[in-house]
């Protein structure tokens, strides 16, 4: 294993979670040079294990990744630890300069690095960040089963979450927090499922021995917790991208921020595809990782494309030179 980087490479994959390891590894396979580039600050770094993902349930998230890494490795893909600080596109395609100096080019680029969930500042959620406070049931529902379940409001989707949620507990309390309470339909579902809700600004979670008990609204009321389920504001990781004129724009469900890309992951700038959470917001690591997939045969056919172009070309001049 080395991080000495070669000059050039045909696929830079910027970010080296599931979306990313696994269009690596795709690529790799497809015996394209390809270098990872991992800033190695996962997103489900606070969870106990990967949910949802056939195979491999409860496999601790560092472990999942240490695997990733090795099967790419195995194919003579490289994977390096570095943050990527600009990239810039010309006529041969794309040059990388890492945060510590570190110059590389590739033909094609592939960003999988992400996004940052973004919580409302409420004392006791961060620290609690995939312990008690959770937000995703198809990741956490299970664990959480049959247990008081606080779903703290903070975006257009709070009310939907509380829905979802029901699925698991039959004790789940909606706090309007900030925002409106709910009306009309809204307020009308959440009572046909049995879920209260509760008024008032939230002042804190109250946390006892290392344990989330409970949550303590403004007046100083303690409203018994186990389990805080909050929807958190996602914002894209691509500062990078915008020398390439690629930045971020809101999510049409008004959940936050990502990088627009077609059903292939192929952006706006010619030669860079997205994949996983910085494009999907939602996707879980079984999505992302398949969307890595997607992209990395995309970015392959691509390649051979040009290629091919450039073999017919001088396959022409071929004839051509013979036939004078």
Not at 29 to 46: E, Q
Not at 49 to 56: D, K, N, Q, S, Y
Not at 225 to 237: I, K, L
Not at 266 to 275: F, L, N
Request: charged share 25%; hydrophobic share 40%.
């Amino acid at each position: 294993m080395t991080e000495q980087l070669n000059d050039s490479y045909d696929v830079i994959v910027v970010g080296g979670g599931a979306a990313g390891l696994n269009g690596a590894l795709m690529l790799a396979r497809a015996r394209r040079t390809v270098l990872v580039i991992d800033a190695g600050a996962p997103r489900n770094a606070p969870a106990e294990g990967v949910h949802g993902l056939l195979a491999r349930e409860g496999m601790p998230p560092g472990e999942l990744l240490e695997r990733g890494r090795a099967e790419v490795r195995q194919y003579g893909g490289q994977v390096v630890t570095g943050e990527v600080e600009t990239a810039v596109r010309d006529e041969t395609g794309f040059g990388v300069t890492l945060a510590d100096g570190r110059t590389v080019r590739s033909r094609r680029l592939l960003v999988t690095t992400g996004l940052v969930d973004v919580l409302p500042d409420v004392p006791g959620l961060r620290e609690r960040w995939g312990r008690d406070v959770v937000h995703c049931p198809y990741c956490h529902g299970w664990e959480v089963r049959d247990g008081a379940i606080g779903v703290l409001a903070s975006g257009p989707l709070s009310v939907h979450q509380a829905l979802l949620f029901r699925q698991w507990s039959a004790d789940v309390t909606y706090f309007a927090h900030t925002r409106p309470a709910p009306t009309g339909e809204e307020a009308e579902r959440l009572a046909a499922r049995g879920i209260k809700v509760v008024h008032g600004e939230v002042a804190s979670l109250e946390i006892v021995e290392d344990r989330l008990v409970g949550v303590r609204m403004s007046d100083g009321t303690l409203v018994s917790r186990d389990t805080v389920a909050v929807a958190t504001r996602m914002e894209a990781r691509a500062g990078f991208l915008a020398t390439l004129g690629l930045r971020p724009v809101e999510h049409p469900a008004g959940v936050g921020e990502h990088i627009p890309a077609d059903p292939t992951g192929r952006t706006d700038v010619p030669g860079v595809w997205v994949a996983g959470n910085v494009t999907d917001l939602s996707a879980q690591v079984g999505p992302a990782a398949a969307a890595g997939a997607g992209a990395a045969a995309q970015i392959n056919a691509d390649l051979i494309e040009e290629e091919t172009r450039q073999a017919v070309a001088a396959y022409r001049e071929l004839l051509s030179a013979g036939s004078r």
